[in-house]
């Protein structure tokens, strides 16, 4: 039996028989967005998601943007100044080998491909899969952009706020986090978003 492909076919059964209106909400949402800030909407999308709960039960829809999305968006950016966030790990050097090619798959499969290169410094990452953090009951919030990467056998995590259409970052001042987006608000999206990706990598490590 080949295992890689059984493990694809499942997984892919899986997207087949997600709500196809959640797919359509995340065009909607990401469409809206780009309307607001005076931009395009970049075509063709295909935005896969999921949904994970935050601080005090605070919903939020994690979605996958494209590189020619993130491209589109990029000046509206401020990125957090506060270092990136590793999730590193207390394994030997093969285990946690074999546990950083077990997160990159479980990513591929969820969320598409890794076909990006990023932006800035990406090209030190082997994978680069940028996501924007959708608020669904907060309406004028456009949103934050999570950026999941890797560095060194580490994966790591960065964070943007999208600033509206009549403001541009200034990269000469990044700012501290936002108050509708805390550090401690930063580190429970990543455990949840760990937290939600767990079970699925070791699916990956029984096959």
């Known amino acids: 039996m080949d295992l890689t492909k059984a493990k694809k076919d499942f997984w892919r059964e899986l997207i087949d028989m997600s709500d196809c209106e959640e797919m359509k909400n995340n065009i909607k949402y990401i469409n809206d967005t780009f309307k607001k800030l005076g931009l395009t909407p970049v075509q063709p999308v295909i935005n896969n998601s999921i949904s994970i709960l935050v601080k005090n039960d605070r ?18 950016l401020a990125w957090i100044k506060m270092n990136e966030i590793s999730w590193s790990y207390t394994l030997e050097d093969e285990q ?18 890794n076909d990006e290169q990023g932006t800035d410094d990406g090209y030190k990452s082997s994978f680069y ?17 999570m950026i999941v990467r890797d560095l060194k056998c580490s994966v790591y995590y960065k964070f943007a706020k999208i600033l509206p259409s009549d403001k541009y970052a200034d990269k000469n001042k990044i700012p ?9 608000d930063i580190k429970e999206t990543v455990r949840s978003f760990y937290k939600y990706l767990e079970p699925k990598i070791i699916f990956i490590h029984l096959l």
Do not use: C, M
Request: net charge negative; charged share 25%; aromatic share 18%.
């Open 129 to 145: 899969f940028p996501f924007l953090l959708e608020f669904p009951q907060e309406k004028e919030n456009l949103g934050y952009l």
């Open 96 to 113: 946690k080998s074999l546990w950083f090619s077990r997160f990159f798959v479980t990513l591929e499969e969820l969320f598409g491909p």
């Open 59 to 76: 919903p939020v829809n994690v979605i996958r943007l494209t590189r020619p999305q993130l491209v589109a968006i990029e000046k509206h």
């Open 176 to 184: 501290n986090t936002f108050k509708d987006f805390t550090e401690d």
